[in-house]
């Protein structure tokens, strides 16, 4: 099992819908949360971090639920150049390493 | 963009063969880690090197292995090629301070290998 999942998509949406990614991840010393931002054929990129009380920047919002070991990121009016794979990252106590999803890919259409 | 550069940007090797991959942190970072990305997957921890020692690594076999120079830029090589070693090799830098790793990664655009 890997230690954090997505759904690999892809989700296909209009522009300006509301879209929502969930994640899983197994281990229970994750201490830290982030979404990363690949778009195609290049580097990821950080999208914004994850905390315990939930957080936004602008159209997007993330929320952590750590009894449940779940994490969202939900995106409000869609645009065009949101398209592009979202990665769910933990960064566990003790390790050097992030740990990366395998990416939900979003393609937002005209 | 980041100021991370990785070179070259892509190689065809045929398996057995050695490579190296060369990466130039982003000014002012002092730790460099390596991943490999497989097509459709997620990026793969492979080593993190701070202070030019190595200082944590994933799950790779031995014939994956690194430096890090004085300048903070890096090497991975890879000895003994396999036909699964094709994928993107990406290249982070960060800042480390002695509250650990704050989990911003800058990320080069990436080496794409083919092995043959």
């Known amino acids: 099992r890997k230690e954090v999942e997505q759904d690999p998509g892809p989700f296909n949406v209009p522009e300006g819908a509301t879209v929502a990614f969930n994640c899983t991840y197994s281990?229970?010393?994750?201490?830290?949360f982030f979404w990363y931002r690949q778009d195609c054929r290049k580097e990821p990129k950080l999208l914004m971090s994850?905390?315990?009380s939930g957080n936004e920047d602008g159209r997007f919002t993330a929320q952590l639920n750590r009894a449940s070991q779940y994490i969202s990121l939900l995106i409000r009016d869609s645009k065009l150049s949101d398209s592009a794979t979202y990665l769910c990252?933990?960064?566990?106590?003790?390790?050097?390493?992030?740990?990366f999803g395998s990416g939900t890919r979003l393609q937002v259409q005209p | 963009e980041t100021g991370v550069t990785q070179s070259p940007t892509h190689l065809i090797k045929t398996r057995g063969q050695q490579v190296t991959l060369r990466c130039s942190s982003q000014?002012?970072?002092?730790?460099v880690s390596w991943y490999q990305q497989a097509l459709g997957q997620g990026p793969q921890f492979i080593f993190q090197y701070y202070r030019e020692e190595e200082n944590g690594r994933g799950n790779f076999p031995p014939r994956f292995s690194g430096l890090q120079f004085p300048n903070y830029s890096s090497e991975l090589n890879v000895n003994a090629l396999e036909l699964d070693d094709s994928a993107l090799y990406l290249c982070?830098?960060?800042?480390?301070?002695?509250?650990?790793?704050?989990?911003?990664?800058?990320f080069g655009e990436g080496s794409r290998l083919t092995v043959l």
């Open positions: 994850v905390y315990s």
């Open positions: 990252v933990v960064m566990v106590t003790g390790r050097r390493a992030l740990t």
């Open positions: 982070a830098s960060s800042l480390v301070r002695q509250g650990g790793n704050t989990g911003e990664l800058f």
């Open positions: 000014s002012g970072h002092n730790t």
């Open positions: 281990n229970s010393a994750s201490q830290s």
